[in-house]
């Protein structure tokens, strides 16, 4: 067996083993369930509203935009993880025996890509069992939310990576937050983007949120809606486009951004965030 | 073993390389800004020896282990660990190092068993004939005593349980070359016993062992050789034994006679008490001999090197060491 094929299979498991451990770790399980189940609350209370001017249920035609949204937020996953291990020294273990970083890496993918499978999984099944009705994505629309998914994730994860390589600490992230909250609100996730100025929707269009949402919505709506979007079209190719452009992005970033985070990465660095973050407690 | 060290005390450079040097350091320094924190450390072992680092808090202990094990950069200085630079060190040699840091506190959520056998995995592609590798988890788990905590997940283990499972992550590549950063803090009794019979067998199978410690009584017991470190500089380096007649050549004999205590100290203990019996016979009672203990060395060296006698003190520790 080859190191390469070692470190591979060792990522996998490892990958696996922390899924496990997060499946069943009740406040890892909540962070990831806080934001599905916040939607199902909201979605009961809209239960009786529909889009104006159709008898489509108003909380049926949300519930795509959050799916790629969750999507998103993958990309704050793995920065914090990056952030929060790097803090308690596993990043560090990793660094520490033959091959451990880039089986790091596969496992954190690996979790990540799980856990927030799991969650669109939920959404998407609740969804289906409360909007059965108006919700009914034919063969192409399975086809196109794997596809949506999976590009989804290729293009967030590096991204997150790389910003998770910056922060200093996981309390940084909350500065994420932030942005990321302005740039969902005009990402035409809870309410249409053609609501919007000009010069916004272009910014919007920029950032994946935007396209995950849209791809979502073009595989789980029914083509009446297709009329409030941008241009009246779903644009496929422009969602493979600029996902795949930030695909690029990332994959171009991360890899040396990580390198450099891990070359500095020692027991005193280690110690050293540990005792700065004992000093904000305190 | 003994005999392995004292060879090694000549001149890094001035001697030829040879396939029994694990670690060989030659003016090791380290800087952050304009302190340095290293100023030129020389230090060498070789295969099987056990290597103990003593000195004060922020004597460079760590620093100087860290730039080992190529987690971190020297600003200057040559140095060779199993044969390669740290700071160009391939998967391969990682493989043959083990390491023990000051602290841990990763992979709070994994069970103990779970993770030994994990972090072995990583090992298996760099196991030789000389040196199977990993070690297997629930063999290492007994040899920690940790049988009885092999499900419990980590963060729910006490601190010395911790500790005993880091050393035990630190052994799992079975390592030609070990590095153990104050391994037995929060160590019972019994745990510090089996630990040192640990790190025998660990040296009896060729392991070489670089360890750092505040317990002097424990660097005594397993050190083949003793470096001190004070202010970022060795300011002792020999077996334990060496280190005391360098100290001083006197031991105190101490007796009593008819009732009453009496002191003496003299580099000739044995023919001392040999006349004092020959003198007064049976009068003579509660003969103890005592020579400088490790703890005697440290202090006087560490008092040496901050009262700034620090140059004198390396001075004199060569002078000495080129006399039989
Ligand atoms: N990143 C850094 N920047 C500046 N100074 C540092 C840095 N890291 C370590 N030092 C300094 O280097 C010196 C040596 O530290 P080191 O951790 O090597 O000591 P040590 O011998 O391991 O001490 P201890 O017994 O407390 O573990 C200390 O004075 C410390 O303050
Ligand atoms: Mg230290």
């Known amino acids: 067996m080859t190191p390469r094929i070692a470190s591979l299979r060792a990522g996998v498991t490892r990958g696996r083993i922390e899924l496990s451990h997060a499946y069943t770790n009740p406040q890892e399980v909540f962070q990831y369930l806080f934001w599905p189940v916040i939607f199902f609350v909201v979605m009961l209370f809209m239960r009786g509203s529909t889009v104006p001017g159709t008898e489509f249920s108003l909380a049926a035609s949300v519930l795509p935009s959050v799916i790629g949204m969750n999507i998103a937020f993958g990309m704050m996953g793995v920065a914090g993880v990056l952030a929060t291990e790097r803090e308690d020294g596993t990043l560090l273990r990793a660094k520490a025996v033959p091959n451990g970083m880039p089986a790091y890496l596969i496992a954190k993918i690996i979790v990540v890509t799980g856990m927030t499978a799991a969650s669109v999984a939920l959404i998407l099944v609740g969804g289906l069992v409360l909007f059965g009705r108006d919700l009914n994505p034919g063969v192409g629309g399975w086809f196109t939310l794997v596809w949506v998914f999976a590009l989804g994730m290729v293009a967030v994860l590096p991204i997150g990576a790389a910003i998770g390589s910056l922060l200093t600490n996981p309390r940084s992230m909350s500065l994420l937050f932030l942005p990321l909250g302005g740039l969902i609100s005009i990402s035409g996730i809870f309410y ?81 965030r540990r005792a700065s973050a004992m000093r904000r407690v305190s | 073993m003994t005999e392995v060290s004292e060879l090694s005390e000549e001149d890094p450079l001035a001697r030829p390389p040879e396939d029994g040097t694990v670690l060989d350091v030659c003016d090791l320094r380290m800087r952050y800004g304009s302190t340095d924190v290293l100023g030129g450390i020389d230090l060498t072992a070789q295969r099987g020896e056990v290597l103990c ?40 040699w990682r493989a043959g190092i083990g390491i023990v840091l000051q602290s841990w506190r990763d992979h709070g959520n994994w069970k103990v068993r779970e993770l030994l056998a994990h972090l072995g995995s990583y090992y298996r592609p760099y196991s030789t004939p000389r040196r199977p590798r990993p070690i297997e988890a629930e063999d290492l788990i007994n040899r920690v005593g940790l049988t009885d905590q092999s499900e419990q997940r980590v963060r729910s283990l006490s601190g010395g349980q911790r500790r005993r499972l880091d050393v035990a992550i630190g052994i799992v590549g079975n390592p030609e070359l070990l590095f153990l950063d104050e391994p037995t803090t929060g160590f019972d009794p019994q745990a510090r016993r089996d630990f040192h019979d640990l790190m025998h067998s660990l040296a009896d199978d060729d392991t070489t062992i670089v360890l750092t410690t505040h317990d002097l009584d424990e660097a005594e017991k397993l050190a083949d050789r003793i470096v001190i470190l004070a202010g970022g500089r060795v300011v002792a380096n020999g077996s334990p034994a060496q280190l005391a007649r360098q100290v001083t050549r006197d031991a105190e004999v101490s007796w009593t006679r008819g009732g009453q205590p009496f002191v003496h100290a003299t580099p000739e203990a044995t023919n001392f008490v040999r006349e004092l019996c020959a003198q007064y016979g049976e009068e003579i009672a509660d003969i103890e001999v005592r020579r400088a203990t490790l703890e005697d060395v ?3 060296m560490v008092h040496r090197h901050e009262a700034g006698y620090a140059g004198e003190a390396a001075a004199e520790f060569h002078k000495r060491e080129v006399q039989p």
Not at chain 1, 226 to 251: D, F, K, N, Q
Not at chain 2, 68 to 75: D, G, K
């Open chain 1, 192 to 272: 249409p983007i053609t609501s919007l100025q000009g010069w916004i929707q272009g910014i919007a269009q920029v950032f994946p949120v935007y396209w995950l949402g849209l791809g979502m919505r073009s595989a789980l709506l029914p083509g009446d809606l297709v009329t409030v979007e941008i241009g009246e079209s779903w644009r496929h190719l422009e969602t493979a486009g600029v996902l795949g452009a930030w695909a690029v992005l990332g994959l171009l970033l991360a890899p040396p951004l990580l390198r450099r985070m891990a070359r500095r990465e020692s027991g005193s660095a280690v110690e050293a």
């Open chain 2, 53 to 92: 680092l003593l000195g004060p808090n922020g004597a460079g202990k760590t620093t100087t282990i860290e730039v080992l094990e190529s987690f971190r950069m020297r600003s200057d200085g040559w140095v060779s660990v199993l044969g390669t630079d740290p700071a160009h060190g391939d998967e391969r």
């Open chain 2, 298 to 300: 440290y202090l006087s």
